[in-house]
């Protein structure tokens, strides 16, 4: 099993930047890939990025450009780096990692943009 701890998330005008964490403990080398999912209220959960434990990278449409998922070293911890926030980019932001056929969430930080 692996657990999932978010940190970063807070009030930014738009425009601004933050940079998300994501901190992996227990089987991290068995992980495949991780991402980043956001929902807003009344929405469903999107994907924002994806890297896969070979660095390859994917990224939802409204993010591309914008947002960057990268890892310092091996799987741990991942970042997400978000410029240019928009107050569409408000909602809770979600890490999760996939390993062994089972995909594996964190408790979720909350970005808030402002106009």
């Known amino acids: 099993q692996v657990q999932l701890v978010e940190s970063g998330g807070g009030l930014v005008q738009a425009g601004g930047s933050l940079r998300l964490s994501c901190a992996a403990s227990?089987?991290?080398?068995?992980?495949?890939?991780m991402a980043w999912y956001r929902q807003a209220p009344g929405k469903q959960r999107d994907l924002v990025a994806r890297?896969?434990?070979?660095?390859?990278?994917t990224y939802g449409d409204s993010v591309k450009g914008r947002f960057t998922i990268f890892r310092d070293n091996a799987k741990n911890p991942m970042y997400l780096q978000m410029n240019s926030l928009k107050p569409e980019d408000t909602a809770v932001y979600y890490c999760?990692?996939?390993?062994?056929?089972?995909?594996?969430w964190g408790q979720g930080t909350q970005v808030t943009v402002s106009s």
């Open positions: 227990g089987r991290i080398f068995s992980i495949v890939a």
């Open positions: 890297i896969t434990s070979g660095g390859k990278t």
């Open positions: 999760q990692a996939s390993l062994n056929g089972y995909d594996y």
